[in-house]
């Protein structure tokens, strides 16, 4: 890609270099730097001395990585510092937004490496205070964010995810905590067990083990209602939103929000109960009956979604993604066998496999087939799980796996349908 920063134009693509354009490149193109010679470009740089062209000395970075909670967590920051006053830029799954303005919209969690540059540049020229990015696991095996200054590291949970791509559940865990293994300021959820990170400049936040932001109590009454420790002192926030996840959301956004501003915590916390969640993330569409759509697609997105529904007779619609960890599939079933009342098996996005195998590799793991559905139509799917909901008023619908997406992928083709148009369709 081309951008300008500065008045100096930079590209990736050597076909595009040139005596005025320059050519950076990194382990993955430098192959191709005598091609960018040879179309006259003279000023090659590496990857790594692009950070020489960006002043970041006006702006702070924060960066949330994890396998669940990244979109939230990052949401919910941005939300609170454009709260207190702050000018804030948020990139991530849902997009590119500047002070509450949606700038682009999604491609990548986080763009390849010029792109998050030329982002930053564009929120430094818009005299944003913050840039607030989500950083995937593949950015950072890629590098892509590679130069960047980070004012604060964040972390929020590392589960199995991405094993398509990363191969082993090592690998993906080692890629994910090498992030943390330098020494600028970090935010890491202590309750995870397998988390690494260089202690130094390290804060901590838990609901189980001592940290520095420590939840002490909650409840779940109309929303929920939270009080955490700092430095010995009390602390309290309320929010509507719903699950013990949220509350290790809430708390990453809390405290990180603290880490990087004056701010007090009690401003902080009154903030947060202007942020309502985030849409397709454990989003409320209907109340009777209680439908609600999250994009949990990993067995420990679903099991923290549907542990905070013990109380409720659970219906249950979900699929799994085609191209992508198989191993997982039977998990998710087995998952589902141990909370839902009533399971309905659907197509999520099957991409180049059979929607019809998918299922079945799900289904292995579900022995009791009286409580079964399957129906490979996700429209279909979503109005028997609705058809369920109604017959039961202690019921909950939860519709996981693609959240706000408003495509299904079959085959390379992008197909319009949304879960919650679906849900709404019924009601």
């Known amino acids: 890609m081309l951008i300008t920063i500065n008045n100096k134009k930079f590209t990736d693509n050597s076909k595009e270099a040139n005596s005025e354009v320059a050519f950076i490149y990194s382990s993955q193109n430098e192959k191709f730097c005598d091609d960018a010679k040879a179309n006259n470009c003279v000023d090659l740089i590496p990857s790594t001395k692009l950070k020489d062209y960006v002043d970041f000395s006006s702006i702070k970075v924060i960066g949330i990585t994890g396998t669940n909670g990244k979109t939230t967590t990052a949401a919910a920051i941005y939300s609170i510092l454009l709260d207190l006053g702050y000018k804030v830029a948020l990139q991530g799954t849902r997009g590119f937004y500047i002070n509450d303005e949606k700038v682009e919209d999604y491609t990548l969690t986080t763009p390849v490496q010029l792109a998050n540059f030329a982002h930053i540049q564009k929120a430094i020229d818009n005299k944003c205070d913050f840039f607030v ?22 972390h929020t949970n590392i589960t199995r ?44 936040y838990s609901l189980e083990n001592p940290s520095t932001y420590k939840v002490t109590a909650y409840s779940f009454k109309n929303g929920m209602h939270v009080m955490f420790s700092n430095i010995e002192k009390m602390h309290s926030f309320s929010s509507s939103m719903m699950g013990i996840f949220n509350i290790y959301n809430l708390m990453a956004a809390i405290a990180s929000v603290h880490l990087t501003t004056n701010k007090t915590l009690d401003e902080i916390c009154e903030a947060v109960e202007n942020f309502a969640g985030v849409s397709g993330r454990m989003e409320i569409v209907s109340v009777e009956p209680l439908i609600i759509i999250d994009f949990a697609h990993t067995p420990d997105g679903m099991k923290e979604v549907y542990e905070s529904f013990n109380h409720k007779d659970i219906i249950t619609v979900f699929g799994a993604g085609g191209d992508r960890d198989k191993d997982k599939r039977p998990l998710m079933g087995q998952l589902a066998t141990n909370f839902a009342k009533h399971i309905i098996v659907t197509s999520d996005n099957p991409r180049f496999e059979d929607p019809d195998l998918i299922i079945e590799d799900i289904c292995k793991a579900i022995p009791n087939k009286d409580n079964l559905t399957i129906e490979v139509n996700r429209k279909e799917a979503i109005k028997k799980g609705i058809e369920l909901a109604k017959q039961n008023k202690n019921s909950v619908l939860l519709i996981l796996g693609k ?23 019924h009601i």
């Open 133 to 154: 990015t989500e950083v995937s696991s593949h950015a950072i095996e890629q590098k892509r964010v590679e130069g960047i200054d980070f004012e604060l590291k964040v």
């Open 161 to 204: 995810d991405h094993l398509d791509y990363h191969k082993t559940i090592e690998e993906y865990i080692n890629v994910k905590n090498s992030f943390f293994s330098d020494a600028s300021k970090k935010l890491i959820n202590k309750d995870d067990k397998v988390v690494k990170f260089n202690t130094k400049n390290a804060y901590t």
């Open 403 to 425: 959240g706000d997406e408003p495509y299904q992928i079959i085959y390379d083709k992008k197909f319009p349908l949304v879960d919650k148009d679906e849900v709404l369709k």
